[in-house]
């Protein structure tokens, strides 16, 4: 079935260098790939998002990258900092009329800061 | 804007009780949903609107029940509650569906023994 997955749970980043969080699906279908944080103990929040006619999106420290040829997601954290302690899901959404506003998430990647 | 406002915070309940998740927003979307995220795991969708009066299942319905009687808020009831739905609960909210961010709610911490 569908699926969105990470490939790695835990990803431990000194303060002040880039991360990098990856992820799969495996839907190719999808259309709209959407990045939350989500800090202990809060909801997720929105980082940034990308449509699938889009290879490349940059935000504020933050840029999203789609490999629709390998099925690719994966987002980019420069001069990651303390506050950027968090974890991270990606989800995507199918771009059929039943999955309208569905999106099926991943189970995250922890992020650690260290410094 | 408060945007996505959840109560209680946390609650335990015994086997059996039933209890109902409140849920309000105040951006006027008319999309919400409603997630449970167990530890360690992502979100799974358990029940949808996408207007008043209008909801449907998500991934994980069963043991759940909705209602969406105005824009702002959309409950979800627990009835039976059972040691399987100790959980977070989340509840989101959306201007549309399709390519649109969903806002959050703190979440809903609940435990049942």
């Known amino acids: 079935g569908e699926s969105v997955g990470l490939h790695l749970p835990t990803l431990s980043v000194q303060e002040g260098d880039n991360s990098i969080i990856n992820c799969a699906y495996s839907n190719s279908a999808s259309d709209y790939f959407i990045w939350y944080k989500q800090e202990s103990g809060k909801g997720p929040q929105f980082i940034i998002d990308i449509r699938s006619n889009m290879d490349k999106r940059q935000g504020q420290r933050v840029t999203v990258l789609l490999n629709k040829t390998v099925k690719h997601l994966s987002l980019q954290i420069a001069a990651t900092q303390p506050g950027d302690s968090a974890v991270y899901f990606c989800?995507?959404?199918?771009?059929?009329?039943?999955?309208?506003?569905?999106?099926?998430f991943g189970a995250g990647t922890q992020v650690v800061v260290t410094p | 804007n408060a945007g996505v406002t959840q109560t209680p915070k946390f609650r335990i309940l015994k086997i059996g009780q039933s209890m109902t998740l409140q849920c309000t927003q105040d951006?006027?979307?008319?999309?919400m949903y409603w997630y449970r995220q167990d530890p360690g795991m992502g979100l799974k969708l358990i029940y949808y609107s996408v207007g008043a009066g209008i909801t449907d299942k998500g991934e994980v319905p069963n043991g759940y029940n909705v209602s969406r009687s105005t824009t702002e808020d959309f409950p979800l009831r627990l009835e039976l509650a059972a040691p399987s739905q100790t959980s977070v609960y989340f509840c989101?909210?959306?201007?549309?569906?399709?390519?649109?961010?969903?806002?959050f709610g703190p979440g809903t911490r609940l435990t049942v023994t």
């Open positions: 951006m006027n979307h008319n999309y």
């Open positions: 989101a909210s959306s201007y549309a569906g399709g390519a649109y961010e969903q806002y």
């Open positions: 989800a995507e959404k199918g771009a059929t009329t039943d999955s309208w506003g569905k999106l099926q």
